[in-house]
């Protein structure tokens, strides 16, 4: 029986970089093929430098941002032919690891562009492992009626975080440490650092897809590699996302002055304690169920491969979106006993539980809502105003009362 070599994995730092000719040879190579082949530099290695790539994560592993790259034609029969020559000279080997196949769509209609990636990898081992990524960016922000709307609010956002930001150095500057003693002050300074960050973000998207188009625009036929743009896109929206969170919890604090309003900010403050210990619990409970789903069908379901991966499916089972059919056509009798004790447990034990406790403040908020005589949220944006606008009296009064320290 012939004995077949066997490969490594795969691993960034062990991966080939050279340069062969075609058929994986050696070099020298033909002239000739420099010249008739069309896939002559689909053998040489491209860094990662060379086309802006970053770390891909797959399926099975990540691999670096350069490769061995075979650049298709706009015009389908000559991209035909590019890969019938690689086929024919097994550029797909056993030494390959992964096969990805990107490109990038822009729709004129809704003004975005799609980076789309389609991946196979090839463990070791043997088999295949599909793998897919698709991310729309919008590289033009400023079209059309949307995007005059988007560059208003980009001014409007500016604008306000210039003045918050004058707000902020000049309490700093005249209260110092005393300053912080609001917690919603020290809310503000970390809103306004982000904040900054992600302007700064935003500026470093905007140089990326610039030097990206212009690359595009040189050569129509040019590889431009996009993914560095989505996937920063991707961190610049959950950046973004968490900002607009922060805002929404600095509106509900102002609006906590209207009474109706401010009712369920103190209800979630009456049972805060509780919430603290009930979540304490629930995380507990919750992962130690996601790895006993992740020990049951990790070894045959994707959707159960790790930890995370099964936290996210029974999170999604939670609200209802229930994937109980991929496991039970893999483990009939044991996916039965172990979503059934899901949902006992979870769903109807563990959310009783919060209900109960909400219940219990709300009744107690509701008693003391009755009773109490605080001002609506119009009274107390007249109050912030004026006391905003004789801060500076107050200050001097209070400097001019203060002792001097001074020698006579």
């Known amino acids: 029986m012939k004995n077949l070599k066997s490969y490594d994995k795969y691993s960034q730092t062990s991966e080939e970089a050279g340069s062969y000719c075609i058929g994986w040879k050696d070099k020298p190579c033909n002239p000739n093929d420099e010249v008739y082949k069309y896939t002559a530099d689909a053998w040489k290695f491209t860094s990662s430098l060379d086309i802006w790539g970053i770390p891909v994560s797959g399926y099975y592993t990540t691999y670096g941002g350069g490769g061995f790259i075979a650049k298709l034609d706009v015009n389908k029969k000559v991209s035909q032919m590019v890969v019938d020559e690689l086929f024919d000279n097994s550029w797909v080997d056993r030494q390959t690891r992964a096969v990805s196949y990107e490109f990038t769509l822009y729709c004129i209609n809704t003004n975005t562009f799609t980076y789309n990636m389609f991946m196979v990898e090839f463990p070791e081992t043997g088999g295949t492992f599909p793998y897919h990524l698709i991310y729309p960016v919008k590289v033009y922000q400023h079209l059309g009626p949307a995007?005059?709307?988007?560059?208003?609010?980009?001014?409007?956002?500016?604008?306000?975080?210039?003045?918050?930001?004058?707000?902020?150095?000049?309490?700093?500057?005249?209260?110092?440490?005393?300053?912080?003693?609001?917690?919603?002050?020290?809310?503000?300074?970390?809103?306004?650092?982000?904040?900054?960050?992600?302007?700064?973000?935003?500026?470093?998207?905007?140089?990326?897809?610039?030097?990206?188009?212009?690359?595009?625009q040189a050569d129509k036929k040019a590889f431009v590699n996009f993914y560095h743009i989505a996937l920063w896109n991707v961190l610049l929206v959950l950046f973004l996302g968490c900002l607009t969170f922060m805002v929404t919890l600095r509106m509900l604090n102002v609006l906590g002055y209207n009474k109706r309003i401010g009712s369920l900010t103190r209800v979630f403050r009456r049972a805060a304690s509780d919430m603290v210990w009930f979540g304490l619990f629930f995380t507990l409970l919750f992962v130690i169920y996601s790895s006993l789903g992740y020990l049951l069908f990790g070894s045959l379901l994707k959707s159960y491969k790790n930890v995370f991966a099964s936290m996210s499916t029974l999170f999604i089972n939670m609200i209802g979106m229930i994937k109980f059919s991929e496991i039970d056509s893999s483990y009939p009798v044991l996916s039965k006993i172990y979503f059934m004790i899901f949902i006992l447990v979870m769903v109807y034990m563990i959310l009783t539980m919060f209900l109960s406790m909400l219940s219990g403040a709300i009744d107690q908020v509701h008693e003391e809502t009755k009773q109490a005589k605080e001002d609506e949220m119009v009274d107390y944006a007249i109050k912030k105003f004026k006391s905003f606008m004789t801060y500076g009296r107050h200050v001097q009064n209070r400097r001019r009362d203060r002792p001097s320290s001074g020698r006579w």
């Open 147 to 216: 995007g005059l709307y988007t560059l208003v609010c980009e001014v409007f956002f500016a604008i306000y975080l210039l003045i918050l930001t004058v707000m902020l150095v000049v309490g700093i500057v005249q209260q110092k440490k005393q300053y912080f003693s609001n917690p919603w002050n020290g809310y503000d300074l970390v809103f306004v650092i982000l904040s900054y960050i992600a302007v700064i973000m935003y500026i470093i998207r905007s140089i990326m897809t610039s030097r990206a188009l212009s690359v595009f």
